[in-house]
Nanobody, 123 residues
Framework: QVQLVESGGGLVQAGGSLRLSCAAS??????????QGWYRQAPGKQRELVAT???????NYADSVKGRFTISRDNAKNTVYLQMNSLQPEDTAVYYC???????????????WGQGTQVTVSS
């Protein structure tokens, strides 16, 4: 069974940095990871897309995090990262990783979500 497991959240002061990791497990040799992304949800707000890394390696960011956050991945480890610098209190949220995963030779993809990790930025 495919699972996404996040780590790296915590409490940090404004201006600080954190790196989130999301490891995919339960992947057989015939699985392929397509796009991967990070979302966040603050209390009372809708979940929003933070960053995406596409299968070809290109990336996309929400305007609010451009220049501060960097998404990357290690294909050998089936892991996607989110490096967050210059954190601000408005970055406080539960962060979720997301992945579109399919099987070799098939076009259909299944969307998976991690359990979420809390990031709290104090002023």
């Amino acid at each position: 069974q495919v699972q996404l497991v996040e780590s790296g959240g915590g409490l940090v002061q404004a201006g600080g940095s954190l790196r989130l990791s999301c490891a995919a497990s339960g992947l057989g040799s015939n699985f392929r990871i397509n796009n991967q992304g990070w979302y966040r949800q603050a209390p009372g707000k809708q979940r929003e897309l933070v960053a995406t890394i596409f299968s070809g390696g290109s990336t996309n960011y929400a305007d609010s995090v451009k220049g501060r956050f960097t998404i990357s991945r290690d294909n050998a480890k089936n892991t996607v990262y989110l490096q967050m610098n210059s954190l601000q209190p408005e970055d406080t949220a539960v962060y979720y990783c997301n992945a579109l995963i399919g099987r070799l030779g098939r076009l259909d993809l299944t969307e998976y979500w991690g359990q979420g990790t809390q990031v709290t930025v104090s002023s």
